[in-house]
């Protein structure tokens, strides 16, 4: 038997049947808007922000940073850790939860919502395996199982990224495979350093704003030096209301994300991945028309197979 999934600590104090309704709730409202992130980023790209995507980061991280800086100015949390370890630490986290969004930006741009999420996730096996050894500190071991469900993942992406050959200058897909590798490469290091943070004494509300306000004068920064209008896509009507349309779904999911804080990837995580997968594609296929490819489909259909032979196993310690 495996150990129980850590509860976050804004759930305590509550009685056990409390916990777990909050937690299921939460979790499901985690997947659902997850799942629509990329579909309302496609969206905002429709209604007039592809010449804008870090300029669309810096409205979309600002304007929800703000909301989580509302609510600890009137809970009265400190803005930053007390302890300059755990301060460093977080800011590091924050540069590259940056990199991570303007490179999946980037990547929603150039693809299909639907078969850029199958390709992200098709890599995640060997990015659950490198944030459960490195940042989660589990007792787990490197078994063939693992080694297997990374294999089957990166291999059903490399077939998504090269269905058009090697040639980056006709094959979007492969531009695709790199820019999602590479987002996962960031993205674990980032909770590597995220986990260190609250290690050292960072609190829950201090990880929020760290992935959210903290990063947009990041996004400022590259929307800057990219070159882009700043103001544009905000004279249409279509293009601000995409806009807070994304910064609703945003909202909601940073939410849910603060309650799931800590929960473990035997549980929760493997489920909450097949659900953003599943709500990404159901969603981009039925109201955005796209059409999944072949290997995009033989992706789908690994991906489960790969999450779960890959998926963290843990050791219950015996006295």
């Not at 350093?193 to 929020?208: D, N, V, Y």
């Amino acid at each position: 038997m495996g150990q129980p999934p850590t509860i976050p600590d804004a759930l305590t104090g509550s009685s056990p049947v409390s916990i777990h309704r909050k937690l299921l709730f939460n979790l499901a409202l985690f997947a659902l808007t997850g799942g629509l992130i990329a579909i309302t980023l496609k969206v905002c790209f429709r209604a007039g922000w592809d010449t804008s995507p870090m300029a669309l980061g810096f409205y979309r991280m600002l304007v929800i940073g703000i909301v989580y800086l509302l609510l600890a100015v009137n809970r009265q949390d400190r803005l930053l850790p007390a302890s300059v370890r755990a301060r460093a630490y977080l800011l590091a986290a924050t540069v590259l939860k940056a990199i991570v969004n303007a490179l999946l930006l980037y990547g929603l741009l150039i693809m299909d919502a639907a078969v850029f999420q199958i390709l992200f996730s098709c890599l995640y096996p060997a990015f659950s395996l490198m944030i459960t050894r490195y940042a989660n500190r589990l007792s787990d071991r490197l078994t063939a199982g693992r080694v297997s469900g990374c294999l089957l993942g990166a291999g059903a992406a490399v077939m998504i990224g090269l269905k058009d050959g090697f040639d980056f200058s006709t094959n979007i897909g492969l531009w695709g495979f790199c820019i999602a590798g590479l987002a996962c490469l960031v993205a674990g290091i980032h909770l590597n350093l995220e986990r260190k943070a609250i290690e050292h004494g960072a609190t829950p509300m201090q990880s929020m704003l760290g992935v959210s306000l903290y990063t947009a004068p990041l996004f400022l920064v590259f929307a800057v030096v990219a070159g882009e209008p700043l103001a544009a896509p905000l004279a249409s009507g279509s293009g601000l209301s995409a806009l807070l349309f994304c910064v609703l779904i945003g909202v909601l999911h940073y939410a849910a994300r603060r309650y799931c804080q800590g929960i473990s990837q035997v549980s929760g995580f493997l489920l909450i991945e097949l659900l953003v997968v599943f709500v990404t594609v159901v969603t981009a296929v039925l109201f955005l028309g796209e059409i999944l490819t072949w290997p995009a489909v033989v992706g789908l259909a690994c991906l489960p197979v790969a999450l779960w032979i890959g998926r963290a196993r843990l050791k219950v310690e015996t006295p």
